[in-house]
């Protein structure tokens, strides 16, 4: 059974994560905002971003960060954001390197936050500091789409452009797995129980799961044009 909750008209919700108390939060990507809000639908709190750069932030990406806090990445201002859920404060962090388009935030298992630069074809890593550092992905013109921790706390990413999926290492080591898919389309991916690794692609229209032991399985959509855009467990 699917239960619908309209948002504010404008608000654009995108990113969407549960803190460590079990809260829900959404970020707002079109009207600049993070907002907590509850299992009945109704928003209980919004946070305005400040606007420490000129123009919209467009806060796309959301992850909870190992300190607690909310972070975001603000797609249209090239910055990346934190949020403190108890006090509300918030802080915005311009990217050094643009363009970027900063789009999928994910917690890595040292501490620091990473994410992926759509137009910047970067993963970048941020601490809790602020301090932001962007690696240069091997093949050009990527786009990376979604980035996440794996076994072994590993980061993770996923190539629309590249037909690639990675990984990258603290010092900014690049390993690339070319998907072999003609017109390939990377969209996202994620590891199952087992170990195996799910991709899903935009084109064709096709989910794959890669073993341990790098045997791959293709899987057929039964649907045409489909889009994918998010796999997780």
């Known amino acids: 059974e699917v239960t619908t909750f309209a948002m504010p008209d404008g608000s654009g919700p995108h990113g969407l994560a549960f803190d460590d108390s079990g809260r829900m939060w959404v970020s707002l990507e079109f009207s600049d905002e993070i907002a907590h809000i509850g299992f009945d639908g109704r928003i209980l709190a919004r946070y305005p971003i ?110 629309e452009r590249g037909n690639a999926y990675g990984t990258i290492s603290s010092d900014g080591t690049f390993v690339e797995y070319p998907t072999g898919v003609d017109g390939g389309k990377l969209a996202g991916a994620a590891f199952d129980g087992a170990g195996n690794l799910w991709l899903q692609f935009n084109s064709p229209d096709i989910i794959q799961r890669v073993a341990p032991d790098q045997t791959v399985t293709t899987f057929k959509l039964t649907s045409s044009g489909a889009v994918q855009h998010r796999i997780t467990l």
């Open 50 to 159: 400040p606007q420490v750069v000129a123009g919209p932030q467009g806060p796309h990406g959301l992850a909870v960060g190992p300190d607690g806090a909310l972070w975001w990445t603000g797609k249209t201002g090239n910055t990346i954001g934190r949020l403190n859920p108890t006090s509300g404060l918030m802080d915005v962090f311009p990217l050094k390197k643009t363009p970027a388009k900063p789009i999928y935030i994910t917690a890595g298992s040292d501490g620091n936050m990473w994410f992926t630069e759509l137009e910047g074809s970067r993963i970048g890593r941020i601490t809790a500091k602020g301090e932001i550092t962007s690696f240069d992905i091997p093949t050009p013109d990527a786009r990376p789409i979604v980035v996440f921790t794996g076994p072994e706390g590993k980061i993770w990413f996923t190539e």
